[in-house]
């Protein structure tokens, strides 16, 4: 049988028989659609091919459209300014400790840039799990800044692999912040347009649309956002999760469009993403060694997070503080993508590319099923 359709019909049956074994086992959905890519790469029945591989990419922008959609512009800027001061603490804490981490244990300096990465595309999937909760909810607001200083770090990285130290890292680098200045310019336009003409967002938006405006809107610019990154040569992650807080910010009045949005990625692309992570790990080339520095490298940036995120402490409480802390401990893609930079420009070895990939899937394993837990016990003690 040809191995595309045998690629078509796994890909179809792991996204069929997921949410019952999910169910049957008590296990997030993401770490079992992640274990079947594995255990199907490794059988053979999943190959790399160019569809698969451009599915999984989308899948992951489109998880980030759905992140961003949880982020309020408006609601954002109202947060109390001693919280984004502490939020802006735990960042520095959190590269500080990350500094004298790599100093103690002799890593590559790269690792300087890898270990305080934060990405809040997963939080969503921890959200699918257990609901909102207020450590969610702050996690989420700090975790975009957060973020956007993990993508500056990743640009400036990937300048420098590519141009060297030049006045095109300098363009680039320049490139990125022009950008960010005339988003800036772009929310405030918008914002004094909706100001004067209130009823435009109705329009573009209206509560009864038979044909699905809402929605073509949303893919529309979640589209173009993404060309507009490619001609810019600017990193995809930051413009597709910029047109989710776009959506949310001045289109709060339309309550059903992140409804009408996930199913059909965390029923279909999302998961996609998801296997194909799996399948990018050989199992086979996994030894005793790797394992033991990947689970070392993930209960590292584990701690880091934890041990920065008792800044919170008088907010939270110890439980949703380390909680806070671990769900900013999913970096998955940012890891890879640093990872895969590092590898081909020869910062670190295959080796240590192997370990950094399975270190990335293991945190989400790990920090999914922890969060669970912990949330669990603490309704346990409350009943």
Do not use: C
């Not at 520095?293 to 380390?322: C, H, P, Q, Y």
């Not at 893609?333 to 930079?341: E, G, K, P, Q, V």
């Amino acid at each position: 049988m040809n191995a595309d359709i045998i690629l078509i019909i796994t890909l179809s049956i792991i996204l069929l028989i997921s949410p019952f074994i999910s169910n049957l086992l008590k296990l997030p959905i993401s770490m079992v659609e992640i274990t079947l890519g594995s255990v199907a790469a490794a059988s053979g029945l999943l190959h790399e091919n160019e569809s698969f591989k451009l599915l999984a990419e989308v899948g992951f922008l489109y998880l980030m459209l759905l992140a961003g959609m949880e982020v309020n512009l408006k609601e954002l800027l109202k947060l109390d300014k001693n919280i984004i001061k502490k939020g802006l603490l735990f960042l520095a804490v959190l590269y500080i400790l990350s500094i004298i981490s790599v100093g103690i244990f002799g890593f590559s300096k790269i690792f300087i840039a890898i270990l305080p990465l934060i990405s809040i595309g997963l939080i969503l999937s921890i959200q699918q799990e257990i609901g909102k909760f207020p450590f969610l909810d702050l996690a989420l607001k700090i975790g975009v800044i957060g973020e956007l200083i993990s993508i500056l770090v990743l640009t400036i990285i990937s300048g420098y692999f590519e141009f060297g130290l030049s006045t095109d890292l300098l363009f680039n680098i320049g490139m990125l912040f022009g950008f960010l200045v005339i988003l800036g310019i772009v929310f405030v336009l918008f914002r004094a347009i909706l100001w004067w003409f209130p009823h435009l967002k109705h329009y573009l938006m209206p509560g009864v649309d038979k044909y699905h405006q809402d929605v073509r809107i949303a893919i529309s610019l979640f589209f173009i956002m993404i060309a507009v990154m490619l001609v810019l040569h600017l990193d995809v992650v930051l413009g597709a999760f910029v047109v989710g807080v776009f959506l949310t910010t001045f289109f709060d009045h339309n309550h059903n469009l992140e409804h009408k949005l996930s199913p059909f990625g965390f029923g279909f692309l999302i998961t996609i993403f998801f296997v194909h992570v799996g399948s990018s790990i050989n199992i086979k080339a996994i030894n005793l060694s790797m394992i033991s520095d990947a689970l070392f490298v993930t209960f590292l940036m584990l701690l880091l997070r934890i041990l920065s995120a008792f800044i919170f402490i008088k907010e939270l409480g110890f439980k949703n503080a380390s909680l806070f802390g671990m769900s900013l401990s999913m970096p998955l893609t940012l890891l890879i993508a640093t990872a895969t930079l590092a590898y081909h420009n020869h910062t670190i070895s295959s080796y240590w590319y192997t370990v950094l990939v399975f270190t990335a899937v293991l945190e989400v394993i790990i920090v999914m099923l922890g969060v669970k837990f912990i949330n669990k016990l603490k309704f346990q003690k409350k009943g």
